[in-house]
């Protein structure tokens, strides 16, 4: 991976979890930046909840609590949650940029290879009697091969935890086609089911 600082960061928006409703509502945007991994947060605007935007956390290298070492780029993906100054964040979205880079490097983030994400929904099918093939024709009614992605999504999100957020992006994104569509039996032939 190229160590161009413009081009190769982690871009997510997360949020606070927290027991105080007041932090429900706040915004955050972490950038993950893979040349010297180091991290920054800032706070979104969030209008009338009484906290500032601006600089969450200056840009610098963050220990991960539970490996006693920095985080490292795998520890970053949609779903996770990470602890930052005493308070744990969840990652919810990541930017178009964000994805590729993933995708384009997905030995070092396995939430965002496709191969690994197939194997993971592989056996998770495995270990329960619920049959992937059939959850799909139900909800294609005209037999085309193909369902919406909002059904797709619905599908897999019956799968998580077992299958992260992120990795059901992942699937989305590798088998969406004709704008909008998800193309099942390709998946159906990568799990060689």
Known sequence: MADDEDVNVLNFTC???????????????LSY????QTMSMFE???????????????????????????????????GAQIKVSGRIFELLKASPHTLCLMEANSDEFPEASVQNVVQTL???????????????????????????????????????????????ITLIRAFERYGGRFEYPLLLQYMRV
């Open 122 to 168: 592989k056996n998770v099918c495995m270990q329960t009697t619920q049959d992937i093939r059939t959850l799909f024709e139900v909800r294609d009614t005209t037999g085309s091969g193909f369902v919406t992605i909002q059904d797709a999504q619905e599908l897999f999100d019956a799968f998580v935890p077992k299958i992260t957020k992120h990795g059901v």
């Open 33 to 36: 930046y893979l040349c010297d």
């Open 44 to 78: 979104m605007a969030v209008p009338n909840s009484g906290f500032r935007p601006g600089k969450f956390l200056q840009r610098q290298r963050v220990k991960n609590p539970k490996t006693k070492d920095f985080f490292a780029p795998s520890a970053f993906y949609v």
């Open 15 to 29: 949020k606070l979890i927290s027991n105080f409703s007041g932090d429900k509502v706040r915004e955050f945007v």
